[in-house]
C-alpha cells in the first residue's frame, strides 16, 4: 500500500508540475519555463522538479503533451462520433472555437502560443509540436473531403486551402481576446468558418 501510495504521491506531483509550465509557457512562451522557477512556483526543491523529469527538454515535450491531450480531450474527443463529413467538420469548428476562447490557461491558447514559439526552430519539441498539429490538419481535411464527396460542399473545393482558413481563425482567437480585448471572438470566427466553408452565416 505505501508503495502504491508513493507512485500516486509522485504522479500527482508530476501533474502540478505539467499543469504549472503550462500556465508560464501560455503567457510568456515555453523558454520561460524554468526548472528554479517551477520550483519557487510550487514550494518545491529543484532536485525534486528535475528529478520528475530530467532535462529542461523533456519537461518541455511533457508540457507540449499535456497541451495536445488537453486539445483532444476538449475539442476532438466530443465529436469524433459525428457522422464524417460536413457534420462533424461544423462539430469540430465549434468545439475548437469554444477550446481557443477558453483553454483555461491564463495567456490564452498554449498550442497556439508553442507554435509561434517554435515553428521555425527544430529539434525535438518542434518536430512534436509539428507532428500533433499535422494530425489534426489530415482530420480537417479528411472530413473536408468526405463533406465533397458527399455533396456537402461544392466540387472542386481546395481542402487544403479551407484547412489553412480555419486554422488562421482559430490561431487569431487569442490575440483578439487578449491584445485587443474583444469580447466576440467565438461568434466572428465561426461565422468567418461557415464563410470559409461556403455556408450562410444566419444558419450558425
Known amino acids: 500500500m505505501a508503495g502504491r501510495a508513493s ?12 499543469r504549472a509550465a503550462a500556465e508560464v509557457a501560455s503567457a510568456e512562451g515555453l523558454d520561460s519555463v524554468t526548472i528554479g522557477r517551477l520550483a519557487d512556483r510550487l514550494g518545491m526543491s529543484k532536485a525534486g522538479v528535475i528529478g520528475q523529469f ?23 474527443l466530443p465529436v469524433r462520433h459525428v457522422d464524417a463529413g460536413l457534420p462533424r ?8 472555437v469554444r477550446y481557443a476562447a477558453d483553454p483555461g490557461y491564463p495567456g490564452g491558447c498554449l498550442l497556439t502560443q508553442v507554435t509561434y514559439d517554435y515553428d521555425g526552430r ?43 482558413g480555419l486554422e488562421s481563425l482559430a490561431a487569431g482567437i487569442t490575440p483578439a481576446r487578449l491584445l485587443h480585448g474583444d469580447d466576440r471572438t467565438e461568434e466572428w470566427a465561426l461565422r468567418g468558418m461557415r464563410a470559409i466553408l461556403g455556408l450562410p452565416a444566419q444558419d450558425a
Open 122 to 164: 527544430t529539434g525535438a519539441v518542434h518536430d512534436r509540436i509539428a507532428e500533433g498539429r499535422a494530425r489534426w490538419r489530415d482530420t480537417l481535411r479528411h472530413d473536408v473531403e468526405t463533406a465533397v464527396a458527399a455533396g456537402g460542399l461544392p466540387p472542386g473545393t481546395d481542402a487544403p486551402q479551407v484547412v489553412y
Open 54 to 76: 530530467r532535462s529542461k527538454e523533456k519537461l518541455q515535450l511533457e508540457t507540449v503533451e499535456l497541451v495536445m491531450e488537453d486539445f483532444r480531450v476538449r475539442v476532438w
Open 7 to 18: 507512485a500516486q504521491a509522485a504522479l500527482e506531483t508530476r501533474r502540478a508540475v505539467l
Open 89 to 96: 467538420l461544423l462539430a469540430a469548428c465549434a468545439a475548437w
